[in-house]
């Protein structure tokens, strides 16, 4: 299977909602200074008010807004977690990795996990991991999961996929199906399929998790039949999880169509779908299909507004295109 699958990623690479087009999203800002006056002071109690503090409030109300108003709500999250509002450093946290700034995500987490904030320990992880510090992401991923977190469980596994570790990957991405993560079996049954010798762990997994009722469950089950080279109920496959609602099913279905089917026409159809529900990934996916394809005028558009978003993976593929005197 193509190595573009990225139902895997371990830190989003945009942000999910997005109303303006991609050709006119502004460039990512000059983050802002890292510490303020007591930042790094242990949180306190909530002020009267909002439940969370009513500066954590309003920034929750700027990261909401349709507009792109993140600079302003990270200021305005700073100003809360000087204020020690207990809810605003997560919440900065992901105002921060939205924008792409690790640095300051571990800056501002590592005292407080170190202090016992292991509702923290998740957002510093991945934020290690997309600075390249896999050792102390890996101390970061097991302290979010002996505290019972099921997404770090799947993340955790995901990671260590990728550290080709594939037996403990396999048994912490069980661990995450096992306590409901939807995406979780579909991970599962890759690692099987790609890291074993035997194919049917992998079949016997996809087929005892798809479940309609989790359609992204439905996904791991496309996946092998398309490694089966049964193509046709595969497609049926995909076709239903993105129908309902499956994570990420428009573009793993685009992916199919593109890659099976060479039918680029459906899969751009399937991405506009994608882009329409503001699936995660939807632009990285997009600009590198079109990439893929030889529109790279058309790529760039969608490759800034996921690397405005903090998409590590966009930023390379940009780098690619400016770097190839034939995609001019």
């Known amino acids: 299977m193509s190595d573009k699958r990225v139902l895997d990623e371990s830190v989003p690479d945009e942000r999910p909602p997005a109303t303006t087009p991609p050709a006119t999203t502004p460039p990512a800002t000059t983050p802002p ?14 002020p009267d008010g909002h439940p969370d503090g009513p500066l954590t409030a309003r920034g929750q109300r700027l990261l909401d807004d349709e507009e792109d108003r993140h600079d302003e709500a990270i200021a305005v ?13 997560a919440l900065l946290a992901r105002a921060y990795l939205d924008r792409g700034f690790r640095f300051e995500v571990v800056d501002l987490l590592v005292p407080r996990v170190k202090a016992g904030r292991t509702d923290l320990a998740l957002l510093l992880a991945d934020a290690l991991a997309g600075i390249g510090d896999v050792d102390r992401a890996e101390d970061a991923y097991r302290v979010a999961v002996n505290g019972g977190d099921v ?5 955790f596994g995901v990671f260590l996929r990728h550290r080709g570790r594939y037996s403990e990957s396999a048994l912490m991405l069980r661990r995450a199906a096992e306590a409901g993560h939807p995406l979780a079996p579909v991970n599962l049954v890759e690692v099987q399929w790609e890291h074993l010798d035997d194919p049917r762990p992998a079949i016997r997994t996809a087929e005892y998790w798809a479940d309609e009722s989790r359609p992204s469950t439905l996904l791991g089950l496309a996946f092998v039949r398309t490694a089966t080279r049964r193509f046709d109920d595969a497609e049926k496959m995909y076709r239903r999880a993105a129908e309902l609602g499956a994570h990420r099913g428009h573009i793993e279905y685009a992916l199919f169509l593109q890659e099976v089917r060479d039918d680029l026409a459906a899969a751009e159809r399937e991405l506009e779908a994608a882009e329409r529900d503001q699936e995660t990934g939807w632009a990285l996916a997009f600009g590198q299909f079109l990439a ?3 529109r790279p005028a058309e790529a760039r558009a969608y490759l800034l ?13 940009l780098e690619e295109l400016d ?3 034939q995609d001019d």
Not at 36 to 42: R, W
Not at 305 to 317: D, K, M, Y
């Open 305 to 317: 507004h996921a690397a405005h978003w903090g998409s590590l993976e966009a930023a390379a593929v």
């Open 151 to 155: 997404e770090a469980m799947h993340t």
């Open 33 to 46: 200074a890292r510490t303020l006056p007591g930042e790094n002071l242990p949180d306190g109690n909530v």
């Open 323 to 325: 770097g190839d005197p």
């Open 77 to 89: 999250l700073r100003q809360a977690v000087a204020a020690r509002e207990p809810a605003a450093p």
């Open 292 to 294: 893929d394809v030889g």
